[in-house]
């Protein structure tokens, strides 16, 4: 639809995510966006998915997708280029390495207090001149939800 009513250069990066919050069981699919960054409870990192193409280039594009269980203590940040791709003045990217550094320096931290220490450690990286807008997504699966039945009667 994009390709067919815009008719530009314009192209976007998405995820779309489908989580299970009783079981972890998260299913992804990619499109160009940059890597999600899994942190498991003991707090190892590692990037998913392959990248899949962008929407808007391609007439019938490729998307990546992803399939992972997140366990009790885990969390998944989806985070905008404009964090991987943040620059010290001097040229040298963040990216996936720095936010792995960043992500295990904060792992203490919790929801909205590891975003904004993020945001923070970003913004520090690059001296305050972002390039880029910064955004991220974060789930943190806590796996303590019970199915309750209720009883017809």
Known sequence: MMLE???TDTYFTMIYAELNHMTGHLRMV?????HPALQRAD????HLGAGGMPIGVFESPLFDEIDVTLGPGDR???????????????GR???NDGLEAVMRTNAF???HSFLESMAWSVSEYCRGERQDDM???LVEFRGTGKVIHLDDG
């Open 76 to 90: 998944l940040l989806i985070a905008s280029d404009g964090i991987t791709e943040a620059t010290t003045p001097n």
């Open 135 to 137: 955004s991220a997504v």
């Open 5 to 7: 009513e815009m008719n």
């Open 43 to 46: 707090g190892t990192v590692t």
């Open 93 to 95: 990217q963040l990216g």
């Open 109 to 111: 931290l919790n929801g």
């Open 30 to 34: 990619q499109a160009g966006h940059p």
